[in-house]
């Protein structure tokens, strides 16, 4: 039971175009989501996050947006950069018992920038 | 700053064996997670330890263990491994706190033959 789906296994985008990086999800209890960044042979980093209060949280290139109606968040990069190409995790948590947070993640995107 | 680190970062070994994997989180950080990794599954919650006790389990059989030391270091074992154990385990460490940020290691990458 995949809670956190990435449909897309893989995308190409030509350098200075926008990224467009989709995640759905199927827990209606999930208040807060987080995309990661893994390059081969590192460990997966933090990259943005949004509150299930919001709609859409910036930082730098990256946009997150939240369709809550949908279930639904994507990731823009504007403009793309050859070093963005990665696999991108899209991730999802809510409060369980006690203080206890645990995130769930999607099977990842690779994203592939073309010079 | 250090930042995660997790030993040994490769190893073999063979079905029917066990294993363990060392943390070492972030200075000042609590929590420690554990995530498996393998191709197209993306990354599995394994469990959390903070301060010492685990708060949180994902679904994988028992065994599949961890523990947390006083200084927040955390070790996993896996006994009687099997080759679908074949994965890269990562670790990730955290404040604690609700935002869910977690800063993750390299991984130990384990191959069972």
């Known amino acids: 039971d995949q809670q956190v789906k990435q449909n897309s296994p893989s995308l190409s985008v030509q350098e200075g175009r926008i990224s467009i990086l989709n995640c759905d999800y199927t827990?209606?209890?999930?208040?807060?989501f987080l995309w990661y960044k893994k390059y081969p042979a590192e460990g997966p980093t933090f990259l943005i996050s949004i509150s299930s209060i919001k709609d859409k949280n910036e930082d730098g290139r990256f946009t997150v947006f939240l369709n809550k109606s949908a279930k639904h968040l994507s990731l823009h990069i504007v403009p793309s950069q050859p070093g963005d190409s990665a696999v991108y995790f899209c991730a999802a948590s809510y409060k369980s018992s006690g203080s206890a947070r645990q995130l769930t993640f999607g099977s990842g995107t690779q994203l592939t920038v073309l010079p | 700053k250090a930042g995660v680190t997790q030993t040994p970062r490769y190893l073999i070994k063979t079905r029917g064996q066990q294993v363990t994997l060392s943390c070492s989180p972030i200075?000042?950080?609590?929590?420690v997670s554990w995530y498996q990794q393998t191709p197209g599954q993306g990354l599995q919650f394994l469990f959390e330890y903070f301060s010492e006790t685990q708060r949180n389990k994902g679904n994988f059989p028992g065994r599949f263990s961890g523990r947390q030391f006083s200084n927040s270091r955390s070790e996993m074992n896996v006994s009687t491994l099997e080759l679908g154990d074949s994965a890269l385990y990562l670790c990730?460490?955290?404040?604690?706190?609700?935002?869910?940020?977690?800063?993750f290691g390299e991984g130990s990458r384990l191959t069972v033959l």
């Open positions: 200075s000042g950080h609590r929590s």
């Open positions: 827990n209606s209890m999930f208040d807060y």
């Open positions: 990730a460490s955290s404040w604690g706190s609700y935002t869910g940020e977690l800063f």
